[in-house]
């Protein structure tokens, strides 16, 4: 699958290596990235982040989101309360293949403390290189978006 157009990105101050690191691996596979910060290793409230990234994907300025803090614990609670995010927290590269090809996922969260660099990224390029397989996962996605409606 080509690597879609443009993405974004943000973290919070325990995030900033792994988030340095997905920027130079999103440049390197030819990705616009939108890097929304922070751009300091000052202490920052990760929902500031996560919202920021979000109302790009929802706004369609960005195709997909990646959010990192110290677990990926807060940023995917904050992702998931907004309106059209469907965001995956993931710590293995089939969690990442899955989040796409089943639950059409366009924000990953990711826990620079839990998974370190190394890992992130495989789990970053797991997640860039599937696609949404569609059939029976749409209903459910749609689903989904019924549950996102009614909230
Ligand atoms: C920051 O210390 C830490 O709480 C944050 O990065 C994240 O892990 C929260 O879920």
């Known amino acids: 699958m080509p690597a879609p157009l443009r993405i974004a990105i943000g973290s919070d101050h325990a995030g900033l ?8 691996t999103l440049l390197a596979r030819g990705v616009e990235v939108n890097d929304l910060g922070p751009f300091s290793s000052e202490s920052v ?35 998931n309360k907004r309106h059209g995010i469907r965001a995956v927290l993931c710590h293995t590269e089939f ?14 969260c990711l826990g620079e403390r839990v998974v370190g660099l190394g890992v992130g990224i495989s789990i970053l390029n797991a997640f ?24």
Request: proline content about 1%; glycine content about 12%; aromatic content about 4%.
């Open 45 to 79: 409230d990760y929902p500031d982040y996560a919202a920021k990234v979000c109302d790009e994907v929802v706004g369609g300025r960005a195709s997909l989101g990646v959010l990192v803090c110290g677990t990926g614990l807060g940023m995917s609670i904050a992702a």
């Open 95 to 108: 969690e990442a293949r899955m989040g796409r090809a089943h639950n059409d996922a366009n924000v990953l």
């Open 128 to 151: 860039l290189d599937s696609a949404f397989e569609g059939g029976r996962h749409q209903r459910r996605v749609d689903k989904l978006a019924a549950l996102d409606a009614a909230r």
């Open 17 to 24: 290596l792994l988030r340095a690191e997905i920027y130079r």
